[in-house]
């Protein structure tokens, strides 16, 4: 059998990874789709959030972002603030029940991490952590930075 390359490799991690994440999702009857789950993770995590520093870091078009934050806005997951830097536009924050959400997604995310590595030791996890960060890194220094 031909040893897979490094782009099948990678692909088919973040395929089941990301395809676990859904069905976890789906089995702990969250009331939101995958991509409301990462714009709401993206609220919690950027500093001074705003819709268009989503767009950028999911790769997503602004108006598409838009819609879920709207959706999410109107769940009470998260509030929009006047952004004292930029008046056109606002800044994101997560309410307690969005925080509330996002501390239930992470411990369904740390459930499937705990399945994807049950064979791998310490060592091996933080060897793979470094490696797939220098490539990320060797990637994004060719992207905008996030603004």
């Not at 108006?63 to 009470?76: E, H, K, M, Y």
Request: charged fraction near 25%; aromatic fraction near 4%; charge should be positive.
């Amino acid at each position: 059998m031909q040893r897979p390359s490094l782009s099948h490799a990678l692909q088919q991690v973040a395929h089941a990874y990301r395809g676990h994440m859904a069905q976890t999702i789906r089995q702990a009857e969250l009331p939101l789709p995958v991509t409301h789950v990462r714009a709401l993770k993206a609220v919690c995590y950027i500093d001074g959030c705003t819709a268009q520093r989503i767009a950028q870091r999911m790769r997503r078009d602004k108006a598409q972002i838009t819609r879920v934050l709207n959706d999410l806005f109107d769940s009470g997951l998260i509030l929009r603030l006047r952004n004292p830097a930029d008046k056109r536009s606002q800044l994101l924050q997560a309410t307690p029940a969005g925080e509330a959400m996002m501390q239930r997604v992470q411990e369904l995310e740390q459930q499937t991490l705990t399945r994807m590595t049950r064979d791998l030791t310490q060592e091996e996890v933080e060897h793979f952590i470094r490696i797939a960060w220098h490539m990320t890194q060797n990637l994004e220094g060719d992207l905008p930075p996030d603004n």
